[in-house]
């Protein structure tokens, strides 16, 4: 579903990715692993267009996102949830859910998925008209995803979803994230947390300083020694 290809992406002399490659098979979760400034976050926003590559390919679909404007990357069925949540504070929790749908023509099928949401994060429904203010940093991410699946996506894309959240909070997040991937959800995973997302991915890559050292399926590289050594501390 997902190519990138020899992606390279820069900030001013810095290049935060240098010949990145990798795929992302549908229906999976495919997890992107890595230390804080590995490069993950880049990856991600080079993908959905908030951030425009030096050099290399991404494709999605068939279509080529490589240089394409962040509102097509989402009609073309491309979600991302960013580090931080990115939600509006000042307006209510249904008025952010509204916002992931803007970009959908029928009205009736976006109102279902909200009812979706909502059946999925039970503690929204009960804080619809509240404001998002008010809610706590596990809702918070809960609403983030919620906005995101308002978009009807192909491929969700989560960076650092269990940053900042109690254990019983991530939790309860990855339980959602495996229930979305059982229903055919294609999921692509930025993670500090090397143990978690192994557990819950089919396939990882891992990133050092903005290249791509390693790939294959999350079981290999649980076992492989250098992951082990580098990210679990072990061996």
Request: net charge negative; aromatic share 4%; hydrophobic share 45%.
């Given at each position: ?136 940093g596990g809702e918070r ?41 059982r229903e055919g959800l ?42 082990q050594k580098a990210y679990?501390?072990?061996?």
């Open positions: 579903m997902l190519r990138v290809d020899e992606l390279v992406t820069s900030y001013g002399p810095v290049r935060a990715l240098d010949g990145v490659s990798f795929e992302v098979e549908a229906a999976t979760i495919t997890a992107v692993l890595g230390a804080n400034g590995a490069g993950k976050t880049t990856l991600l926003r080079t993908i959905n267009g908030l951030v425009r590559p030096r050099g290399g390919h991404v494709e999605f679909d068939g279509h080529d996102l490589t240089r394409t404007p962040v509102e097509r990357v989402v009609r073309l069925g491309v979600a991302h949830v960013p580090e931080g949540r990115g939600v509006i504070t000042e307006l209510t929790v249904e008025e952010n859910l509204r916002l992931g749908a803007l970009w959908r023509r029928d009205r009736k099928q976006a109102q279902a998925s909200m009812e979706e949401v909502y059946e999925l994060f039970r503690p929204l429904a009960e804080r619809r008209s509240r404001s998002v203010d008010t809610l706590s991410q809960m609403l983030a995803v919620g906005r995101a699946l308002m978009s009807d996506p192909k491929l969700l894309m989560l960076d650092e979803p269990s940053l900042g959240l109690a254990p019983a909070v991530v939790e309860s997040m990855y339980e959602t994230f495996g229930r979305l991937h294609t999921i692509l995973l930025a993670e500090q947390s090397i143990e978690l997302a192994l557990e819950v991915s089919d396939f990882a890559t891992v990133l050092q300083v903005g290249k791509s050292v390693l790939s294959g399926t999350a079981a290999a590289l649980a076992q492989d020694p250098q992951v679990l501390g072990v061996g």
